[in-house]
């Protein structure tokens, strides 16, 4: 009837905004505003803080993008083959973090370099598909579709945020690299709450996939 069909799409709804789904859209969030804000604010990072010729910015900027392709190809297969893909998570959330931190704070280039390079292999990119991965395990397949939706949105509006909260801290303090370190403390925070997540899917779920099956 349509008055149950209202009620299954309300259930339907409130698996969406699960506190699984809640935690990860906030990851999301927090992974791409790194990115977005290294991505926007490193070449010019490297030029006035690091006196980085403008031949050797783009080179160098341009380490954590191809660093990232083998890196999301490596976690995306491991993902498919880790049952338990919370440690994953929040290893590569804390390993983020280290290198949010090392890059502006070490007075070593090459150890800058390396930072950059590990970045790459283990943050965003790398991230991206055990979060989706885990988004299909506690979402029905029937609602995949909004639920990557809202997942998008959520990380995609760290795009618009990053730049600007970026910009306005370095001219705030003078300091550009103060944007890194809040970057690495929002990738932090967001690990830090997947720790909450729970490892399997909640009841509701399980039902749903239950009954989808069944259809089949």
Known sequence: SAKEKQMMEHVN????????HLITYILIFCSLYGFFSMMTWLPYYLQTERGVSG?????????VPWASIPGALLFGFLSDRIKNKKILIVLL????????FVIPYTNSFSYMIVGLIVYG????????????SYIADNTPSSMYSRAYSIFNFAGMSSSIFAPYITGYLAEATGKIEIGFYVSGVLLL?????????????ATTVLKLK????EKV
Do not use: H
Not at 13 to 20: G, Q
Not at 93 to 100: H, M
Not at 121 to 132: C, E, F, R, T
């Open 189 to 201: 925070v967001g690990g830090f709450l997947f720790l909450f997540s729970d490892s399997k899917p």
């Open 210 to 213: 239950r009954i989808e099956i």
């Open 121 to 132: 292999l283990i943050g965003k990119l790398a991230l991206d598909p055990v979060l989706i």
């Open 93 to 100: 959330s804390i390993l983020g973090t280290v290198c949010q």
């Open 55 to 63: 031949s050797q910015t783009g080179i160098i900027a341009s380490l």
């Open 13 to 20: 709804m409130k698996v969406l905004f699960s506190k699984n």
